[in-house]
């Protein structure tokens, strides 16, 4: 089943056409990544997707709903991960975990029982009462995720989720998305590191407001005979 | 270090409203307190119960009601009903007239009026009674002209530097003040606290420039911002509201920069106290506004105040420069009569530096 | 914060109605939201003392400072007759306690130094014959000369000094009728009601009172808004479920709460330590300051969807509180303003919630005095929240 579906979907800031005629769709409890270099029109697409704002025109379903009239609907069943942080620095793990438990309407036993299921998969139980502020950048991006998924959504979005932090945790992070995803929650990712495609079951790839590329990264590779993603990225974008 | 100074322009003067607010606001300061607000006493509602309604009581009243401070009002039929007419605050005086007032100023010489005065406003109260009885006063001394009286002591009055006694005098060289403390260190403390809040000031700690250029840079549009506003404030109450600068206006700018330069590190020194822009701006909201409004001589002449708080008054920048203004505003006086209160000013400027400096040090460590 | 949400955990042995539970549902996330702001607030360690401390002390101090009395006059005596007569003249102002006579002297001009260093007030100038004139045309003058810079203070030095001249001149009318006591034609009964003393503290301080509770209202709701803005967090809220008007709610709850407790705490400092007279019913000033903050808040909240940063937030209240409260009859009376000006005053909160307070706290005015001013402000409370929610998106376009 089509998790996600977009058909012509243009996004224009005045004159300035960010999304130019996006078609591609997205099933259900797969990973999908969702690449391109920086400025190319990912983020203003994926905020669309979330509800967060209206595309100029196109047609764009999200779980079933329609992202024109039935925005409301989509948010209850999606989670989200902003580029940029925007958790509450200022109150702990567990009253984050708490409010947005919360405000998704889950009752206080549930909010109970997912915190400590999802802070035990982090490793992270002892760090129940710290200020989420003092945490170190890999924690806190786990932790983003973890509250983005706190309700069980369909779809998680995650913009640039390992943007700046190392490596290993870039690892580690990757194996949560596997874990989440083998839960059968679809997750819809963005990233501009190429490598990480890898590690998704489709990849597109944006340049200039439009698609360029979209298959599975097998496929990619043999099409532009590459040796990873990063390569088939500079060949289209050479052309 | 001039890229920076001119990006620092691009980001306020590029964000419109901040602009119209900023400059905006002089503007209509000037008009409110050149058109709108007073403390004089014009067209106040009163109210006369005359229990003789004679030639000598319409006299009086004719006298009242033509000066043209007071309206008449026909709220009150009796006595009963003034407490209900002054708790609706239709009425600010009541003056009852006793009977037989002519009969009883011929045989008695005397007659009695009562004035009754609304006095939950007591300055309003104190001068609509103050220009009654000069009312009732003036018309006494004509009736005594009349009778031959043995020794007059005239007085002669004259007011000094405001003749008409307008408002305005008093006012422009408080809203000068205000705005250059306001704009100045507000937007100064605020504007450093932001890139503090944002993250962005390690950033520019580790470029090439030095900590004091960061400041400048940071610092400067809003010195310009000041000066332009003063120049603005001092030209519409020249042609607007008809208020000339009587002494230098060179050394009226000079001692401007000077004040700017003081509310400029007192800026600075209330960012590095606060952790957040809210902070910065309740602090500099909090900890300026309203004391330089209340206590610097602005509105409230300081001499009135209580003792602790007129020497309290001493340490607030605003109050000392208010006298500067004055004195080259409105009196037309030479550095020599304000070298004191200079002095004054750029201490305080050279202390907030200095404390700043040691604040930033502490927190580069 | 637990204990309120135990309030309306549903019962669990009991089938409640699905609609029952859709209506907990709503008012347990508005409770989440105020749980977390309240806790944001309170944890901001520095911000406390800002907040409650400082409104207060400021009320406390400045409520001393407001004042137009006038109790200092200082005086500089030209003498040029230096008669027994003028003697007797210039020791009637040495006489009253408001009257400082800080020098003497011989000439205008050095007097008129005096003046311009601010040193004096006012000047009096007794001329040469003046005791000749006296006894020889039955008539003298002198000249009073007093810093008008301070229009209204000028004007009540003046009839101070004025009055103490005309004291002497009785004096000089009784001596000459033998002690006879000449009493002057018209006697003035003067009457002061509701402020006998004419304190101006019980003026200013109600009025200082609504000007706290306005910049909590005005300033920290709006900035407070617009700080998830800045921060990012705000997006974390528009792609969640959450409705608008829970938002709102949650937002703007938390200062309407603080500022009517720093209301009720002014107002108890007021009566405690000013001994404010509060003759009408609290519960007429609280009902009105809830509505009045309903109005203010939704001013702050309108200014959030206004802007993008924290610092043009600041501007745009501040814009508007200065000439709101100028204009509002704190400081300087309403009626002593032309008339455009007044009806400017429709669409000014401020001036109505003044003109009530002073009338309820020092006159005891009832619902029916204040009906006209209450309406205004509900009229404005709905008004500037139903704008401010309706410009509020969730959805950028």
Known sequence: MKIIEVENLVKKFGSFVANDHLTFSVDEGEIYGFLGANGAGKTTAMKILCGLSSPTSGKVMVAGYDVYHQTEMIKKRIGYMSQRFSLFEDLSVWENFQFFGGIYGLSPAKIRERTTELLGRLGLESEKKQILGSLPLGWKQKLAFSVAIIHRPSIVFLDEPTGGVDPITRRQFWEIIYETASQGITVFVTTHYMDEAEYCRRVSIMADGKIVALDTPANLKTKYNAVNIEEVFLKIARN | MRGFIIKEFYHIFRDIRSMVVLFGMPVIQVLLFGFALSTEVKNAPVAIIDYSNDQVTRAITTKLLSSGFFILSDQVPGEGHIEEVFRHGKVKEVIVFESDFAAKLEKDRQAGIQIIADASDPNTANLVVSYTSAIIGDYQQEYLKGMSLPVTVRTESQMMYNPALKSVFMFVPGVITILLMLITAMMTSISIARENELGTMEILLVSPMRPIQIIAGKVLPYVLLAFTNALIILLLSYFVLGMPVKGSLLLLLAESLLFIVMALSLGIF???????????????????????????????????????????????????????????????????????????????????????????????? | MV??????????????????????????????????????????????????????????????????????INLVIVDQDHSVASRQL???????????????????????????????????????????????ESKASVQLITNA??????????????????????????????????????????????????????????????????????????????????????????????????????????????????????????????????????????????????????????????????????????????????????????????EWAQDINIINPIAYFIRIIRMVMLKGSQFQDILKPFIAIAIYAVCSLTLAVWRYRKVAS
């Open chain 3, 149 to 338: 810079i301070d229009g209204s203070a000028a004007a009540i030095m003046n009839a101070y000094g004025n009055s103490i001249i005309m004291d002497y001149n009785q004096d000089i009318l009784v001596d000459l009728s033998g002690g006879v006591d000449i009493k002057p034609p018209i006697d003035i009964r003067y009457s002061y009601w509701f402020n006998p003393e004419l304190d101006y503290k019980t003026y200013m301080v109600p009025g200082i009172l609504v000007l706290l509770v306005t910049i909590i209202g005005m300033f920290l709701s709006s900035m407070n808004v617009v700080r998830e803005k800045e921060m990012g967090t705000i997006e974390q809220i528009n792609v969640s479920p959450v409705k608008k008007y829970q938002f709102v709610i949650g937002k703007l709850l938390p200062f309407w709460f603080i500022a009517l407790f720093e209301l009720g705490f002014g107002l108890t400092l007021a009566r405690i330590v000013f001994d404010i007279p509060i003759l009408g019913s609290l519960w007429l000033i609280f009902g009105v300051a809830s509505v009045y903050l309903l109005a203010t808040l939704g001013i702050g909240l309108l200014i959030s969807t206004l802007v993008n940063t924290q610092q043009q937030a600041m501007f745009l209240a501040w814009f508007f509180a200065v000439v709101f409260i100028m204009m509002s009859g704190l400081f300087t009376p309403v009626d002593s303003m032309p």
């Open chain 2, 270 to 365: 209330i960012s590095t106290v606060s952790n957040s822009q809210q902070m910065a701006m309740m602090l500099s909201m909090f900890a300026l506004m309203l004391p330089t409004i209340l206590l610097s001589g602005f509105i409230f002449p300081i001499e009135n105040m209580p003792v602790p708080l007129q020497i309290f008054s001493n340490i607030m920048p605003p109050r000392w420069f208010i006298i500067i203004v004055k004195s080259i505003m409105i009196k037309g006086l030479g550095f020599q009569y304000i070298w004191k209160e200079t002095l004054i000013i750029a201490g305080m400027a050279l202390f907030f530096i200095a404390l700043s400096i040691k604040k930033f040090r502490i927190r580069l460590e």
């Open chain 3, 3 to 72: 204990r309120l949400r135990n309030l309306f955990k549903p019962v669990t042995n009991y089938q409640s109605p699905v609609t029952n539970y859709q209506q907990t549902r709503k008012l347990r996330i508005i409770l989440y939201i105020l749980q977390k702001e309240f806790r944001q607030i309170f944890r901001n360690k520095a911000m406390l003392p800002i907040i409650f401390v400082i409104p207060v002390v400021q009320l406390l101090v400045l409520a001393f400072a407001v004042t137009f009395e006038i109790k200092n």
């Open chain 3, 90 to 136: 210039v020791s009637k102002f040495a006489a009253p306690p408001f009257y400082h006579i800080k020098a003497y002297s011989d000439s205008y001009t050095e007097a008129e130094e005096q003046l311009k260093t601010g040193k004096a007030h006012q000047i009096l100038i007794i001329p040469i014959q003046f005791e000749q004139d006296l006894q020889k």
